[in-house]
Every structure is written in C-alpha cells, then in structure tokens.
C-alpha cells in the first residue's frame, strides 16, 4: 500500500501545484482565490490525509511519511514549472537538488 500513498502524495503535490500556479497562466482563476481553495484545496488535502496514512501504516514512520511527502513536491515541481510555466528546471542547482531528492525518496523506500 506505500505506492498508492506515493502516488496519493504525487497526485496532491500536482493539484496543489495547479491550485497555486492557475493564476499566473489563466485568466479565470486571476482573482478566484477561495474558489481555488475549495475546488483544488480540499481534494489535496484529502489525497494528503489518506496518502500520509497509508506510507505510516507501511513504514511504522511519520518521518518516512514526511519525507517522501516533502520529495514528491519537490519532484513534481520543476517539472510541472518546466512544462506549463516555461521556467527551466535544467539549471546545475535545480538539477542537483531534484537528484538529492530522488535519492533521499530511495532511501525512504528501500532502506
């Protein structure tokens, strides 16, 4: 059950993403801010809740919860911002820090 946690925790880092970064690409969600937080909001915060259940339920750990949480954000973000924002993720610091991530997630995972 840890990869349908990781892959909860990959599905709310996206939509906490988009909740965030619709503004700066859409004319519609400019000014809709608690409109975001209520259609995007919510359904994060539950794919959150029961992500983090089921990778503490496998793992004995929140810490091991946290972490792989913290990676999946920081793995889904620079490719996202790439892709939809046009901002480059190909820079020697983005690149090392989304490879320490990897690394610190495969730890969690099969340490």
């Known amino acids: 059950m840890i990869y349908l946690g990781i892959l909860l925790f990959f599905a709310g ?3 906490g993403w988009f909740q965030l970064n619709a503004q700066s ?5 400019k000014d809709k801010a608690l ?4 259609v995007m909001g919510v ?3 539950v794919m959150f809740w029961y992500g983090w259940r089921l990778v503490v339920e496998a793992t004995g750990s929140a810490w091991s919860a946290r972490f792989i949480a ?5 793995i889904i973000f ?3 911002t790439w892709a939809i924002l046009g901002e480059t993720m190909f820079t020697t610091k983005t ?5 320490l991530t990897i690394i ?3 730890i969690q995972l099969f340490w």
């Open 13 to 15: 880092q996206t939509l």
């Open 25 to 29: 690409f859409s004319e519609y969600w």
């Open 35 to 38: 409109l975001s937080a209520v």
């Open 43 to 45: 359904p994060t915060s």
């Open 70 to 74: 913290s990676c999946a954000g920081l």
């Open 78 to 80: 620079p490719i996202l």
């Open 95 to 99: 690149m090392i820090c989304l490879g």
């Open 104 to 106: 610190i997630m495969l």
